[in-house]
Every structure is written in C-alpha cells, then in structure tokens.
C-alpha cells in the first residue's frame, strides 16, 4: 500500500510538472526571439498594400507574440503554485517569470542608453547577455530566508502608489485623447500640464515613482519565493514591470528626452508623430512596452484593490470591483493600440 502512495504520488507530481516545463519553454522561446518583435510588426504593417486582412492578422500575431513572454511567466507562476512546488527550493522558476515580466522596458532601456553613446548595434547583445546571466543562475544555491519587510516600508510603497496612481490615471486620460487625434491629446496635456509640469510638483512625482522602484523591488524580492493565489501573482508580475518601466520611462523622458534630444516629450514624440510607432524598424518596440505598462499600472492597483476595499465592502465586492478594473484595463489597453499603430479617428 504505501508503494502504491509513493507510485501515485510521483505520477501526480511528474503530471503537475508537465505543464510548468510546457510554459517555461513558451517563456525561454519568447525571449530568445523577443529581438526579432520590432521587425515582424513593421514587416506586418508593411503588408498593408499587398492585403489590409493579412496585415491586421500578421500584426495581431506579432503582437500577441510580443506579449507572450508575460503570459507565459504568469502560466508558470500559476502551475507551479497550483503543484505546491517550493519555490524556495526551486528558485530559478521565479527568476524567469520576472524576467520574462521586465523583458519590454529592460529592451527599451538598453536602447536608450546605448543611444546615448551611438552603440545601439549592441542592444540584441546585452538582451542576450542577460538571458545568459539569467540562465547561468539555476547554478546558485537557493536563497536564504529575509526578514519580514517593515510597516515603514508597506507605508511608504502604499503612499507612493496612491500619489503615482492619481498621475497615471490622468495620464493614460491625456493618451486616450491621442485616439481623436494629437491635436486633441496636446490641448488636454497643456491643461494639465498646468499642474503637473510645476517643478515642485514634477519632482514629488519623480521621487514617487523611484519609491515605487525601491519599495517595490524589496517587496518582490521577497514575495517571489512564496507560494501565491492567482491575483497575488498578478500583482507581483506587474509590479515587477512597473518598476523597470519606470526607471526605463524616466530614463527615457528625463535623459534622452528633455536633455539630449531637447524636445518637446508629448505622445507624439514618444509614439512617432502622426505614423505611429510602425514607420520605422526600431519604433515597434515601444509598443509592447507602452501597451504592457498602461495594463500593468491596472492589474497591479486592481489586484491591490480587492484586499484594500475588502475590510470597508466585503470580500464579494472587493473581487468584484478588481475583476471590472482589469477588464477595463484590457480595454484601455486595446484602445491606445490604435494611435500608437498611427490610427485616429480624426
């Protein structure tokens, strides 16, 4: 009898681990070819002339493709918590979905920096330096246990995230405005510049969103290793990418932007102008790492909201109002594709 448990303990555990290898093989193929992403949705757009169906349904695929590394990781995540595997003692599970997660604004970061220096022949090679480190990791010894983080630390992320929630909400707004046209996103952007673009005000939020980054980070580095439900999941992959996001997107506006390029950093500087992010063979790349972020911004404070809202509205309404902003936030989502491909409705 007990070989018998044994014998079906182990058959149990072999099928559980099928789907966890299926997905991480998903994972590894989309970043091993996320450097080929910016090129087959240009190719796709291209196709345009030749048959408008072919190139909505090239272009639909080549963005599903683009998106898939975080769906995978997420998958994983999923499988692996649903076996009851240790992630403590299989470590390396969790570094891949979190890589798999930042995989968008880390390329987009490399690409800006190394445009400083005219190196950005270099990019698809420290892409792949990474995976490589990443990779080379299985090698290490399982992490030790970390103290719990402080009340101070909770404060400060929760804080931080209220103060940058209230900006991105009024900023994925302005970008919404970019589906009528551009002229309409600048003439929202100039009212609300009138606040935001204040100096004190303007600091407050860069020091916000470098508190999400610090916070933040300690908070992943912790809960990654720990078995989780399917929101917490969420929460903790999208919060990973807002962190890289953020330091890529300050990067990018601060740096690049306002001091080298001295321009102007509206949505059309960031999207191309009136062609979209699709005119050129470089530009595709921003569009999984605009598109994920908006996404990102709304899972990760939906997945917060259903434990905030729960103790004042019942567990009920609280999961209720979490579903209904990721929903929304795949929308948004879907919306702001259009102007950043070059469609407007005016």
Same mark, same amino acid.
């Given at each position: 009898?007990? =070989? ?19 997905? #991480?093989? $998903? ?15 240009? /190719?796709?757009? %291209? ?17 599903? +493709? ?15 918590? #649903? ?15 979190? @890589? $798999? ?9 490399? $690409?800006?920096?190394?445009? +400083? ?9 420290? *892409? ?7 990779? !080379? ?36 707004? %302005?970008?919404? =405005?970019? &589906?009528?046209?551009? !002229? ?29 980054? *610090? ?16 929101? /917490? %999941?969420?929460? @903790?992959?999208?919060?990973?990418? @807002?962190?890289?996001?953020?330091? !890529? ?18 949505? =059309? ?10 005119? %050129? ?11 994920? =972020? ?17 103790? &004042? ?34």
């Amino acid at each position: 009898m007990q =070989a018998q448990d044994v014998a079906s303990g182990t058959m149990l555990t072999a099928s559980r681990s099928r789907p966890v290898a299926a997905y #991480r093989t $998903a994972l590894w193929l989309a970043l091993l070819t996320y450097p080929l992403v910016p090129g087959m949705l240009f /190719r796709s757009r %291209n196709l345009v002339g030749a048959s408008p169906v072919l190139a909505a349904l090239c272009l639909l695929l080549s963005y599903a +493709w683009s998106i898939s590394g975080p769906i995978a990781a997420w998958l994983t995540l999923y499988e692996t918590d #649903r076996g009851k595997v240790n992630r403590r003692e299989q470590p390396q599970i969790a570094r891949e979905a979190i @890589l $798999a997660a930042i995989g968008a604004p880390f390329f987009v970061l490399t $690409a800006a920096v190394l445009a +400083w220096f005219h190196w950005t022949t270099y990019q698809t090679a420290i *892409w792949y330096a990474l995976l490589a480190g990443v990779a !080379s990791a299985r090698f290490l010894p399982p992490p030790e246990s970390r103290p719990a983080v402080s009340e101070t630390m909770w404060r400060l992320h929760h804080v931080s995230a209220l103060l940058l929630l209230v900006f991105g909400v009024a900023h994925v707004g %302005n970008h919404l =405005a970019a &589906v009528e046209s551009l !002229s309409a996103h600048v003439t929202v952007q100039n009212i609300l510049r009138v606040v935001y673009r204040q100096p004190v005000i303007e600091t407050v939020i860069a020091i916000t969103a470098l508190l999400q980054v *610090w916070t933040g980070w300690m908070l992943v580095s912790r809960a990654r290793w720990q078995r989780a439900t399917r929101l /917490r %999941n969420t929460q @903790l992959l999208a919060g990973a990418f @807002l962190g890289m996001f953020f330091v !890529s997107h300050l990067t990018g506006v601060f740096i690049s932007g306002r001091l080298i390029q001295n321009a102007d950093t509206t949505f =059309a500087w960031a999207t191309g102008g009136p062609a979209g992010l699709l005119s %050129n063979p470089r530009s595709p790349q921003m569009i999984p790492y605009y598109s994920l =972020a908006v996404l990102a911004l709304v899972l990760h404070a939906g997945s917060a909201s259903r434990w905030s809202l729960a103790p &004042v509205l019942g567990q009920l309404v609280a999961q209720r109002i979490c579903y209904a902003l990721i929903a929304l936030g795949i929308i948004v989502t879907l919306v702001l594709l259009l102007p950043m491909s070059g469609f407007h409705l005016a």
